[in-house]
């Protein structure tokens, strides 16, 4: 048995099957109205089997609705009629109706042997269409094969055919299984076509769910298109700037799913939220968060994580977007906030308070983190020097100084007597002042 890796029908296409609403294919716009052309009940099948490939092809799971859509203004509805038009390629129809064709034999003759007639249908799938499925099957793909299920000449009746996607075969010496995905069998992984490939000369039996499977081809035609992958920022709820350089902040983020496909976290490539401006970019601790759980179309993923400031003061820009890992980024970028990152403040006092000038006294700087208001060690520094660490007592005799001040008047320099400067640092935050205040008593020179 070999069969695509990774594929299955129940997994890995439509959870629906191809019995849709009356709904035009195209509506073209009229000043008299619009001109509906088509029917989506007359089925979609091949558009139901090339959008399994193209998600199979991105590594993107199927929506998980279990009834077709009901509008044409449905993205799923839209994507397959899309895809069901492209599956009627030139080609395909120009063979369906050569394979449809009541006077073409079953078998080989003495003129197509030669090249003379067209080859009869046994040689078409035996020598055309098998060899193109096995190539598809064993390089990893599934591959779209039609079904010719009706001999007339009669151009209506190409409705009648269908066309289904071979995940897999066995060969047992010249007996041949086609595993398939048919739309008209949706959640089923056990349908086949079975066939002897030991004489295509001679008109070759079909077996299948199918009464009156004369044929099948394989289609040429297929060109993988990535499914729509449609993202919309519904809201974002972000911390006020300023931002304390180096904390950490709460951050929600609602992206609804518009496309096709269903949002996941797990596989080598699943959905996320990804960090843009720049792009991949960790400035906030993070470049990427998963998605909670399977997102369908139509559903939102509510997206709540922590994000850190960076440890150095300037202005950083925050916006994100969905990605889905090694494909593609897709849809809204979230609205980008432009955050100014501060070194974080610093509370400090001290005991006992005010400070007496001229005398010995101990002493108590209490710094806390402003936010937190929990202890933090800093260094406490009186007029530029380190003199004691914050939340300790220390003896300290605190008295005027001298500085020299220019005088524009006499133009001279004269000395002027101010209070004492006392301030705290600590690795990470902003430098602090601290009120000493001074008793009027005791305002003594130095």
Known sequence: MTFVPGFLPSVSAFKFGNSWPHLPLITIPTPFGPINIGDTAMGVCGGMAYVARDLFESRALPPTQITPPDNTGDPICQFTVARFLDSLSPGAVTTYYALMDPALPDHETDLSKIGLAPHGRAWVMINDAWPKIRADIDSGHPSPIGLVLIKSLNPIDLGQNHVVLVFGYDLIGTDLTLHIYDCNRPLRDDRTIRLSIADPDHTTAVQSDYAGLNCFFHLDGYRAVAPWQRAVCVSQSVPSSPLAAGRSYPVTITMR??????????????????????????????????????????????????????????????????????????????????YAVQLPLLAASIQPYPVVLGQSRSYTVQVQDAVSHQPVNAAVLVNGVAVAQSNVPFAYTFVMRNIRVFDPETRTWILEQVPPTVAVTAPGYASATVNIGIAAEVLIAA
């Open 257 to 338: 799913n518009t496309g096709i496909t269903t949002w996941t976290f797990a596989g080598s490539n699943p959905q996320r939220l990804g960090s843009q401006d720049p792009q991949d970019n960790t400035v906030w601790g993070l470049s990427r968060v998963n998605v909670p759980q399977l997102v369908p179309p139509t559903a939102s993923a509510i997206f709540n994580f922590n994000i850190t400031a960076p440890t150095t003061p300037g202005t950083r820009p925050f916006q994100w977007r969905m990605v889905q890992e090694g494909i593609t980024w897709f849809g809204d970028f979230t609205p980008e906030v432009d």
